[in-house]
């Protein structure tokens, strides 16, 4: 019996660790690739063309629509920037032309409430959890209990589908 107190142990933690790593790599993701949702390519003028606006995306909002030209992404010249996969990413700022006017468009600030729901309260829970987590390793350290182990996974994955 002691052997599988063990393996749950070290299985808690490899799964703990994993989670960690995961939650890191997608808050990198949600907050380095900020305004995504566009598809763009280079149309026969050699600018930025805007080819699909996926609903209710950071560039949605921002008001970027299908078929608008891009003449400066962060400051920059449209037919300057390296697109990757058909998509701007780390965009701040854009400068867009429709219907021969030109319009600056801001990204969502990082500190907003659509982002509180998206980024920040799925954190807090993922820590909460991990704080609970810890207690319930703590505890099980005397008492041994394989359901322990249960209730562990269970915390991680609610919290890392929240996330």
């Not at 300057?80 to 998509?87: A, C, H, K």
Request: net charge neutral.
């Amino acid at each position: 019996m002691h052997r599988n107190n063990n393996f749950y142990k070290y299985l808690s933690l490899a799964f703990i660790i994993l989670s960690f790593v995961y939650v890191i790599y997608l808050s990198y993701i949600s907050v380095f690739n900020i305004f995504v949702g566009a598809d763009v390519k280079i149309n026969e003028q050699g600018k930025l063309e805007v080819t699909k606006v996926v609903d209710y995306t950071d560039e949605y909002y921002s008001g970027v629509k299908k078929g608008d030209i891009i003449l400066e992404v962060n400051g920059q010249k449209g037919s300057e920037i390296q697109l990757e996969s058909g998509r701007l990413v780390n965009v701040e700022s854009l400068t867009v032309e429709r219907d021969n006017k030109s319009f600056h468009l801001q990204n969502v600030s990082l500190i907003s409430e659509e982002n509180l729901f998206m980024y920040l309260i799925p954190l807090i829970s993922y820590s909460i959890c991990l704080f609970c987590i810890f207690f319930v390793y703590r505890i099980n350290k005397v008492r041994k209990s394989p359901s322990a182990f249960v209730l562990i996974l269970f915390l991680l994955f609610v919290s890392v589908a929240y996330v």
